[in-house]
């Protein structure tokens, strides 16, 4: 029962940030090209992360959520390599591509073995 919990508290925080990108979504054409890219990483993220509220069972729920703002994590770490200069935050993103992308595939990995019924 926890898990369900934890699971509906973190969809139901996406959505309130879904609510916000879908307001936000407006001032896209007058941002920069890194904002815009943001703003699409976020929204198909959001997007990905409520696919696991068709879900149900808690477990698949879980890591179809989790999948979508991992490789949402992994976008943004791109764009952090593409536009941003300090080798600090550049250093993180290398890490988070690399420890994300191995969550990702074991996801995935269960996904696969673990269909929907």
Request: hydrophobic share 40%; glycine share 6%.
């Given at each position: 029962?926890?898990?369900?919990?934890?699971?509906?508290?973190?969809?139901?925080?996406?959505?309130?940030?879904?609510?916000?990108?879908?307001?936000?979504?407006?001032s896209?054409?007058?941002t920069?090209?890194?904002?815009?890219?943001?703003?699409?990483?976020?929204?198909k993220?959001h997007?990905?992360?409520?696919?696991?509220?068709?879900?149900?069972?808690?477990?698949?729920?879980f890591?179809?959520g989790?999948?979508?703002?991992?490789?949402?994590?992994?976008?943004?770490?791109?764009?952090?390599?593409?536009?941003?200069?300090?080798?600090?935050?550049?250093?993180?993103?290398?890490?988070?591509?690399?420890?994300?992308?191995?969550?990702?595939?074991?996801?995935?990995?269960?996904?696969?073995?673990?269909?929907a019924?």
């Amino acid at each position: 029962m926890k898990r369900i919990y934890t699971i509906a508290a973190l969809l139901a925080g996406s959505v309130c940030l879904s609510v916000q990108a879908a307001e936000n979504h407006h001032s896209t054409t007058s941002t920069s090209p890194m904002q815009q890219d943001y703003q699409r990483q976020m929204d198909k993220m959001h997007e990905g992360m409520m696919a696991g509220m068709k879900e149900s069972n808690p477990d698949r729920a879980f890591a179809v959520g989790m999948l979508a703002h991992h490789k949402g994590a992994v976008d943004m770490a791109q764009s952090e390599l593409k536009y941003g200069t300090d080798p600090k935050m550049r250093a993180l993103a290398e890490e988070i591509i690399k420890a994300q992308q191995a969550e990702i595939d074991l996801m995935e990995t269960w996904l696969k073995e673990h269909p929907a019924k």
